[in-house]
């Protein structure tokens, strides 16, 4: 059951706006206190897709864990019929407990980002030759996309990896105004047999 005290939101500073789309969502009465949340019946026929929060804690946490929360999993493990996918949210350099690493130090960034996935993937019996495609997003791609490049391409090569990952490059401002790359990855294999 939801409780207003796990909402985020000050109810009491909502624009008329924000109060009517949450009460056409069904988040508010229309004397403003929060309803209940009733897990709806869509299923019934039709199971969801298994999914299960991926965790690195060693190197990273979650984001609502923060002292700022934020609303994201780490990344998303999907079993679907032999294989698992994994989705990896936008990752950057950030501590294990929710602190940007290396400011100022885009290639040190990049290392770190590089470690906090390849530890993601590992949580979850994965590495980087699963990934088959990723996005990479530069605060200052003119600037930096030389050394990202560089940086990638040494890691790359060093796994060993053939075929390299599809991938796109986005210059993109960041949640935090320290972080000057994020990397956002996706990756798959078969299910391994039960014992």
């Known amino acids: 059951m939801l409780e207003t005290k796990k909402m985020v939101l000050d109810l009491a500073k909502l624009s008329n706006g924000e109060r009517e789309e949450l009460i056409k969502l069904g988040i508010l009465s229309d004397e403003d206190s929060v309803i209940p949340h009733i897990y709806p019946s869509i299923h019934e026929g039709r199971p969801p ?36 996918v994994l989705l990896i949210s936008g990752t950057a350099s950030v501590s ?4 940007p690493v290396h400011i100022s130090d885009f290639r040190a960034q990049c290392w770190r980002t590089y470690r906090n996935i390849t530890q993601l993937l590992k949580a979850e019996d994965m590495t980087w030759h699963d990934v088959i495609r990723t996005t990479n ?3 200052d791609i003119e ?53």
């Not at 965790?55 to 294989?83: C, M, Q, T, W």
């Not at 294990?96 to 602190?99: M, N, P």
């Open 49 to 84: 897709v298994s999914k299960k929060a991926i965790h690195a804690p060693e190197v990273i946490n979650e984001a609502f864990n923060y002292k700022r929360p934020s609303s994201f999993s780490r990344g998303l493990r999907l079993d679907l019929g032999g294989y698992t």
């Open 96 to 99: 294990e407990e929710g602190k």
């Open 137 to 139: 997003y530069l605060r």
């Open 143 to 195: 600037r930096d996309y030389k050394d990202f490049n560089e940086i990638r391409t040494s890691f790359f090569t060093w796994l060993g990896l053939d075929p390299l990952p599809a991938s796109t490059g986005i210059q993109s401002r960041l949640c935090w105004e320290t972080l000057l790359v994020e990397i956002e990855a996706i990756a798959i294999c078969q299910t391994k047999p039960a014992k």
